[in-house]
């Protein structure tokens, strides 16, 4: 059974930083595409990022060079790297398959940009 669990979310200025964690269960990790979505207060959730097997990464372009995602094979762990934040990247953030599976979200981790 493979099991999402975000961390690393919490309250920043406009303009800083934060780095979100993504564990995953699972033996076969290093053979997962993996994604970051995101869903703000009264919106649909949408896609954020996504990297493949062989690290090959996309970004949205709302957030396309201000974040950045990656993994650690070795922990079973990806990334987001979120620099430059913005009020409009309040939301809560989720990590799930490249194509998402509804059975597998998790509890996601909350991000709130505000002065």
């Known amino acids: 059974q493979v099991q999402f669990v975000e961390s690393g979310g919490g309250l920043v200025q406009p303009g800083g930083s934060l780095r979100l964690s993504c564990a995953v269960s699972?033996?076969?990790?290093?053979?997962?595409?993996l994604g970051w979505y995101r869903q703000a207060s009264g919106k649909e959730r949408e896609a954020v990022a996504n990297?493949?097997?062989?690290?090959?990464?996309t970004h949205a372009d709302s957030v396309k060079g201000r974040f950045t995602i990656s993994r650690d094979n070795a922990k079973n762990t990806v990334y987001l790297q979120m620099n430059s934040l913005k009020p409009e990247d309040t939301a809560v953030y989720y990590c799930?398959?490249?194509?998402?599976?509804?059975?597998?979200w998790g509890q996601g981790t909350q991000v709130t940009v505000s002065s």
């Open positions: 799930n398959f490249a194509r998402p599976n509804s059975r597998y």
């Open positions: 699972g033996n076969i990790f290093s053979l997962f595409h």
């Open positions: 990297i493949t097997s062989e690290k090959t990464t």
